[in-house]
């Protein structure tokens, strides 16, 4: 599976942009995850958000009541809206899909290349 990522680019302190990461295939269920980590120069990977195929997000604490993280209907695009972007979210963007696969139950992680967000203050 690959995942395919865009939407990244600069953009003032308070200003909006939206992400895009699209499977190759169908692989979003229930209890797997598709969503975005982020890494800042100098820091570890973190998540930032995530959503089930059930419609189930996670949040870190950062970036809730900011951005927005949904999925289309054939589960293989989510979408991360980002608003009042701040300059302490500048970093890669990488979209991410893990979990246990809904056919075979076996556990994949896999990941798509960055996407740089850049906010100026």
């Known amino acids: 599976v690959q995942l395919q990522a865009s939407g990244g680019g600069l953009v003032q302190a308070g200003g909006s942009l939206r992400l895009s990461c699209t499977a190759s295939?169908?692989?979003?269920?229930?209890?797997?995850?598709m969503g975005w980590y982020r890494q800042a120069p100098g820091k570890q990977r973190e998540l930032v958000a995530e959503?089930?195929?059930?419609?189930?997000?996670n949040y870190a604490d950062s970036v809730k009541g900011r951005f927005t993280i949904s999925r289309d209907n054939d589960k293989r695009t989510v979408y991360l809206q980002m608003n009042n972007l701040k300059p302490e979210d500048t970093a890669v963007y990488y979209c991410?899909?893990?979990?246990?696969?809904?056919?075979?139950?076996?556990?994949?992680?896999?990941w798509g290349q960055g996407t740089l967000v850049t906010v100026s203050s």
């Open positions: 991410n899909a893990n979990g246990p696969d809904a056919y075979s139950g076996i556990e994949f992680d896999y």
């Open positions: 295939k169908p692989i979003l269920s229930i209890n797997n995850f």
């Open positions: 959503i089930t195929g059930g419609g189930r997000a």
